[in-house]
């Protein structure tokens, strides 16, 4: 295991923000934690950077107990949520900075600096400033100071909050594809769930200072463990009492499901489309078509349907239902 | 009145205004100055008394302002940088110097110093002179020009954040290198900033410095002093007026430097969005 916590506890005044925190994560892997703002999820990387002092509990890093290394010699590579440029310095000087920082002879941070620069495609930039740069840019900035000094852990918080959409979905490829190309340990923090979906080969999912679930991402999101978990992942509705993922429930002719009902309302979002079902019990849940699906069922306003969950859900379905009744 | 004819008024009030309480005095000091000719103004600047306040001026600059920017700028890293019990009395007590009278503060150090205070017979005793001496004006100084760097550092170091810092450490910096490679530079112009205004306050300080100097000519003259001492001791008004012309010039240059700083920082910031 790369990075081993266990027992983390950071305490503000009266809030407990890192609650018993304990988790490992294997070398190299990709993790993502997600987890609503005022989780403690920016926390926990920052105490695994050594940026905020442990009120309790062990970070162990490679075999190494960094618990009590001040962050100058943990070897980790944090990005800032705002990317923390060196506003003073060029792009080449920011990004050379960890290896003046090492003393290391002229020739041999030249050419790391060309070619880290030209692994985020900034090659261009060298002699920019920060304030010259775009936001993806300074991202990209960020990440090579921080590869500079061939850190043991690359520790992200928020990399593309700050971003626009458009720049966001290209960045987020750009980073799993470089993550494939150097394998460095990496965590980041994200609140965006399908990002976290998209780019992490492991989540942790973190709620009121805790760990609720961690698992791959397909694991999360077919087996929650906790009804957080389960909303937190995706849309929700519910269905006879339970919660489940509105494309998990079916649309039939009268007479066909489990209960009957008239569709309520239906919302076209061009490539799915979403019918909210007032059933017989008084219950409305909604459920999540496919274009071609919708089509054939031919729905207006006031079509009396029936409603059940899909087959492929008595595997999952089963587990979760479980998990749902265990929690209430 | 129709929109230009306000605006058009309104700008001739100000200029009015302006020319009335600056621009006129001003132009009135360089005349008085300068209005006997340049060799009379050179006679005057260059007699030994004059010559002997501007430099115990300079030299009480030369102490008092690194001394106050050293303070201030480890005074606003602990402020800006720890929490600590007492953070906001600390903050009120550094602007307690230019909030007061001048005139209070050298009174007030009289009465520490002297031989009524509680260190003036320790002083004494210990050959120690403060009153009356270069050592008291540089106290006196030192205190109605202590929150100036502070002041302007402060807000500076509180929008930078401790992100590039917290950076540098994590990519292995110390703390000194820390200082002088991120924090000092991101801070660069609030310090030029405060330190202009601490050499403009100190050259001019008058009050505080003229109850703690005992206004020996020669020997515990400052500028301002001088120039009080001409005018209204010595009725040497050429003499005053010349001295006035010189420690005008030194606040107008600082001046100008400080709006060029100002506009630099602006453009910046702007940079910076």
Not at chain 1, 152 to 158: C, I, T, Y
Not at chain 2, 8 to 23: D, E, K, N, P
Not at chain 2, 55 to 61: G, H, N, P, Y
Not at chain 2, 211 to 232: A, H, K, M
Request: glycine residues 8%; proline residues 4%; aromatic residues 6%.
């Amino acid at each position: 295991m790369s990075i081993s916590l266990s027992h983390l506890t950071k305490r503000y005044g009266p809030h407990t923000v890192v609650d018993d925190v304990s988790v490992e994560i294997a070398s190299g892997s990709l993790t993502a934690v997600l987890g609503p703002s005022g989780s403690g999820k920016s926390t926990l990387l920052k105490l695994i950077g050594g940026l905020e002092t442990l009120d309790g509990g062990r970070v162990v890093i490679e075999g190494d107990d960094v618990t009590h290394v001040d962050p100058r010699h943990r070897d980790i590579g944090f990005c800032f949520q705002h990317y923390a440029p060196f506003r003073h310095m060029t792009v080449a000087k920011n990004v050379a900075f960890g290896l003046k920082v090492r003393k290391r002879p002229k020739d041999e941070i030249k050419r790391k600096v060309d070619d880290l620069l030209e692994l985020v495609k900034l090659e261009h930039k060298a002699e920019s400033y920060p304030a010259q740069l775009s936001g993806g840019e300074r991202q990209r900035m960020a990440l090579a100071r921080a590869l500079a000094i061939q850190p043991r852990v690359l520790l992200l918080d928020e990399p593309f909050g700050a971003l626009d959409a458009m720049v966001r979905t290209e960045l987020r490829h750009w980073v799993k594809e470089l993550h494939r190309e150097i394998r460095v340990t990496t965590i980041l923090v994200t609140h965006d769930q399908d990002e976290a979906m998209e780019v992490a080969d492991q989540l942790l999912i973190m709620h009121k200072g805790r760990i609720e679930q961690t698992g791959s991402p397909t694991d999360l999101y077919q087996r929650p463990s906790t009804p957080f978990v389960h909303e937190f992942l995706g849309p929700t509705t519910v269905f006879k009492g339970e919660v489940v993922r509105p494309h998990d429930l079916a649309l039939l002719a009268p007479g066909h499901g489990v209960i009957d009902g008239t569709v309520a309302s239906i919302t076209d979002l061009g490539f799915e489309v979403q019918v909210t079902v007032l059933l017989s019990d008084g219950s409305t849940p909604w459920v999540q078509l496919s274009r071609n699906e919708f089509d054939r069922l031919r729905l207006q306003v006031e079509s009396p349907v029936s409603m059940r969950e899909r087959d492929r859900r008595l595997e999952t379905g089963s587990a979760l239902t479980r998990a749902t009744q265990l929690r209430r | 009145m129709s929109h230009s004819t306000r605006r058009w008024l309104l700008r001739v009030v100000v200029i009015a205004y302006l020319g009335a309480l600056v621009g006129l005095p001003v132009v009135f000091l360089f005349g008085k100055a300068l209005g006997h000719g340049l060799s009379a103004f050179v006679t005057q600047v260059t007699q030994p008394s004059a010559v002997a306040a501007l430099k115990l001026s300079a030299e009480v600059a030369l102490i008092a302002v690194p001394l106050n920017t050293l303070v201030g700028i480890g005074a606003a890293l602990l402020l800006a940088r720890r929490s600590f019990v007492g953070n906001r009395a600390l903050t009120t007590a550094f602007d307690v110097p230019v909030a007061v009278s001048p005139i209070i503060i050298g009174i007030a150090l009289v009465l520490a110093y002297s031989r009524i205070g509680w260190f003036g017979g320790w002083l004494s005793a210990n050959g120690i002179r403060i009153l009356f001496s270069p050592a008291g004006i540089v106290l006196a100084t030192m205190a109605v020009s202590l929150p100036y760097v502070l002041r302007s550092v402060l807000p500076v170091l509180v929008e930078v954040g401790r992100e590039q810092e917290q950076a540098a450490r994590t990519l292995g910096a110390g703390g000194l290198r820390i200082f002088w490679q991120v924090t000092l530079p991101a801070i660069r112009w609030g310090v030029l900033y405060g330190v202009t205004l601490t050499i403009a306050r100190t050259l001019g300080e008058f009050g505080a410095v003229l109850v703690v100097s005992g206004n020996i000519s020669g020997r515990t003259q400052t500028l301002p002093i001088y120039i009080y001492d001409s005018w209204d001791q010595s009725y040497n008004t050429l003499g005053a007026f010349a001295g006035a012309l010189v420690l005008a010039t030194i606040s107008i240059v600082a001046l100008v430097i400080l709006s060029a700083l100002r506009s630099r920082e602006r453009r910046l910031h702007v940079d910076f969005t």
